[in-house]
């Protein structure tokens, strides 16, 4: 009977898998990311954005699986590197050997890569989540998802090659592991996870979710943007980021006013 009942205690007490974002949500950022690529592979993608999300849903198991795994220690494992490398490595081919709308989705696909490296939630410790946090603080996401900036995060981070890719994952999972005890001190007090209707975007948990979404966004747009040179790609009549210069808000807060950000065009 004891032993039951410690089972069962242990269970309960395991930390919660975390799922990454919703799909809804990769679609905002496939589309955010587009908005930094040149113009002529932007609308390549755009049209194929349907089987680029189905793509996104068929991203290899074995891959995953690693990046999970390495995760919550923050640092990529060369094999995972390997694996990751691969997958952008099969684009090029594709795109190359003249398979362009094949080549196209599955460079759509790696977005994927930076999405999960970006987010938070999956960079958390061995300690995982206490049930019941990562889906307020995705509903908090999503919630407040209207009013977020979508910042440059890295301009240089734009003129990468495909042989900095490692790097630049890399410093993407780096810069995400800092903010996952923001998540747990907004959404988990006294021993309760906290509805996230209490919280709106003025709140700590909320500005690490935008945070997080504009090194996404960023991320996505300068590994699409690396591969793309390497398969030779057109890279002509690429926009420029326009900085906003922020602003002293007008009125109080009960205004529902923020100040601006730089924004990506």
Do not use: C
Not at 53 to 76: H, I, K, M, Y
Not at 78 to 106: C, F, H, K, Y
Not at 191 to 217: E, F, I, T
């Amino acid at each position: 009977m004891r032993r039951g009942l410690l089972a069962v205690g242990l269970l309960v007490l395991a930390p919660q898998w975390a799922a990454a974002w919703p799909a809804e949500t990769m679609t905002a950022l496939s589309r955010d990311a587009r908005k930094l690529l040149p113009r002529s592979l932007a609308r390549l993608l755009g049209e194929r954005e349907s089987e680029v999300l189905d793509e996104l849903r068929r991203f290899p198991p074995d891959v995953s699986r690693s990046l999970a795994q390495d995760l919550p220690g923050g640092r990529l494992r060369p094999e995972t590197v390997a694996a990751l490398e691969a997958q952008a490595d099969r684009a090029i081919e594709l795109l190359r050997a003249g398979q362009v709308s094949q080549g196209l989705v599955r460079l759509g696909g790696l977005l994927r890569i930076p999405a999960d490296l970006s987010d938070p939630v999956l960079a958390v410790g061995p300690e995982g989540w206490p049930p019941g946090v990562t889906r307020e603080y995705y509903a908090l996401f999503a919630a407040n998802l209207g009013r977020m900036p979508v910042v440059l995060d890295d301009p240089d981070a734009l003129k990468l090659t495909r042989k900095d890719l490692p790097a630049l994952w890399q410093s993407l999972l780096e810069r995400s592991r800092p903010q996952a005890p923001v998540i747990r001190t907004e959404l988990f007090r006294d021993g309760r996870v906290v509805d996230h209707r209490r919280l709106d975007y003025r709140s700590p948990a909320w500005a690490v979710s935008s945070l997080a979404y504009s090194r996404a966004v960023t991320g996505a747009a300068a590994t699409w943007l690396a591969v793309w040179r390497e398969a030779r790609g057109d890279t002509t009549r690429t926009p420029r980021a326009r900085e906003v210069k922020p602003e002293e808000p007008r009125g109080s807060l009960a205004d529902d006013r923020r100040p601006p950000a730089p924004e990506a065009p």
